[in-house]
Each structure stands twice: as structure tokens, then as C-alpha cells.
């Protein structure tokens, strides 16, 4: 079965300093894989997805990822943090061969960016 | 284009009572979803819709039920509400089910049950 991890509960990073957020995946075949966001109080937004192709994926708000298939890591990346960057961040892989191929959410990752 | 909305946004219940969340989409997708979030457990899947007229369970579907009368809407109930059920509730929407699609999510709903 499809599985996405995201080791770490919390991130603090200072302002400016650059960030990433981890992801590990497990699947069966290709793996097709999403980054979400999650403000305070708010409904979760696409930031970015890797399908094929490049392994450096360039989303939403200055972030990336970067995708390593020998390391099945999936970790979300901004060279220089805000503030405003702090929110519940999520992690999704397209569960391939079950449940109509809904995604599979990791339990999110909380920012925090400290000025 | 308000996307994908909901309603309500808060709502406290007795235990045993009943209650209907709406989600509401204008973007003319297929799949629906609903999601519950809970703290350190992440989203789970309640209940999906492929289309109008159909439904399926996902992974956490008991003591809910759905119904996608119209393709622009996806009801959630609860037909006796209890304690463990009290959670923030998700709707999302996706044009497809391909691997690249991603899903739209609303503001969710905070249900407490006393």
C-alpha cells in the first residue's frame, strides 16, 4: 500500500535562513507525489507535485521540492524563509492501484519561522 | 468563482443529535471528497463521490453517510453524533482521479460534540 512519512512534527527556522520540510513515500510502482499547505484556520492549498520529468519541482510562494527516488524522499524547500511561511504543511502521494486513486495525506509538518 | 465552500463553518452538538455539512463546488468537477482532520493524524478519508449519483467509503466512513444528488454538491451527515467525532471537517473537489490532478479544499467546518 501507498504511505507518505513526515518524520518531523515541528520545523523552526529563523527568518531568512533557508527551509525544508521532509517527506519519505513508499509505493508500489511511480510514485506521483503532492505538497500542501495549511494556514491558521484556513482550508488546504496546492503548493506543488511531482509527476515526472525534472527532479527539482518548482511550486507556489517561492517553494520547491526536491524528489530522490534512491532516498523515496519527496523534501519541500525554500532557499530564504518568512514569516509568513509559517503554517501546517502536508505531504500526498496518489494512492495507484486502490481507492480510485485518492490521495494519501501524511500527518503535516508545522513551521514555524521566527523573525 | 468561490471554488469549493461550505457550510457551516462552526457547529456544536449534543450527543446523539444529528446534523448535514454541505459542500458546494462551482468548478464543475467530478470527485468530491470528504476529509476529517485530526490533531497529529493528519487528513483521513471519510467519504468520496466519482460523480453525481455515486458514492464510496473511504477510510474512516462509519458513523457518517453521503449523497451526491447533484454534481455540484456533497453532503455529510451524521445521524447521532458522538464525542470522537468531534473534529474539523474537510470538503475537496478534483476534475479527475489522474495522477496529476490535484484536489481544491474548503474552509472546513469545526464540529464539537458535548
Known amino acids: 500500500a501507498q504511505s507518505v512519512a513526515q518524520p518531523e512534527d515541528q520545523v523552526n527556522v529563523a527568518e531568512g535562513n533557508p527551509l525544508t520540510v521532509k517527506c519519505t513515500y513508499s509505493?508500489?510502482?511511480?510514485?506521483?507525489l503532492f505538497w500542501y499547505v495549511q494556514y491558521p484556520n484556513r482550508g488546504l492549498q496546492f503548493l506543488l507535485k511531482?509527476?515526472?520529468?525534472?527532479?527539482l519541482v518548482k511550486g507556489s510562494y517561492g517553494f520547491e521540492a526536491e524528489f530522490n527516488k534512491s532516498q523515496t524522499s519527496f523534501h519541500l524547500k525554500k532557499p530564504s524563509a518568512l514569516v509568513s511561511d509559517s503554517a501546517l504543511y502536508f505531504c500526498?502521494?496518489?494512492?495507484?492501484?486502490?481507492?480510485?486513486?485518492?490521495?494519501?495525506f501524511g500527518k503535516g509538518t508545522k513551521l514555524s519561522v521566527k523573525p | 468563482n468561490a471554488g469549493v465552500t461550505q457550510t457551516p463553518k462552526f457547529r456544536v452538538l449534543k450527543t446523539g443529535q444529528s446534523m448535514t455539512l454541505l459542500c458546494a463546488q462551482d468548478?464543475?468537477?467530478?470527485?468530491m471528497y470528504w476529509y476529517r482532520q485530526d490533531p497529529g493524524m493528519g487528513l483521513r478519508l471519510i467519504h468520496y463521490?466519482?460523480?453525481?449519483?455515486?458514492?464510496a467509503k473511504g477510510e474512516v466512513p462509519d458513523g457518517y453517510n453521503v449523497s451526491r444528488l447533484k454534481k455540484q454538491n456533497f453532503l455529510l451527515g451524521l445521524e447521532s453524533a458522538a464525542p470522537s467525532q468531534t473534529s474539523v471537517y474537510f470538503c475537496?473537489?478534483?476534475?479527475?482521479?489522474?495522477?496529476?490532478?490535484?484536489?481544491?479544499f474548503g474552509p472546513g467546518t469545526r464540529l464539537t460534540v458535548t
Open positions: 475537496a473537489s478534483s476534475y479527475s482521479n489522474r495522477v496529476g490532478d490535484e484536489q481544491y
Open positions: 509505493v508500489s510502482g511511480n510514485p506521483y
Open positions: 511531482y509527476i515526472t520529468g525534472d527532479n
Open positions: 500526498a502521494v496518489r494512492d495507484i492501484g486502490g481507492s480510485q486513486g485518492n490521495l494519501i
Open positions: 468548478m464543475n468537477h467530478e470527485y
Open positions: 463521490s466519482v460523480g453525481e449519483g455515486t458514492t
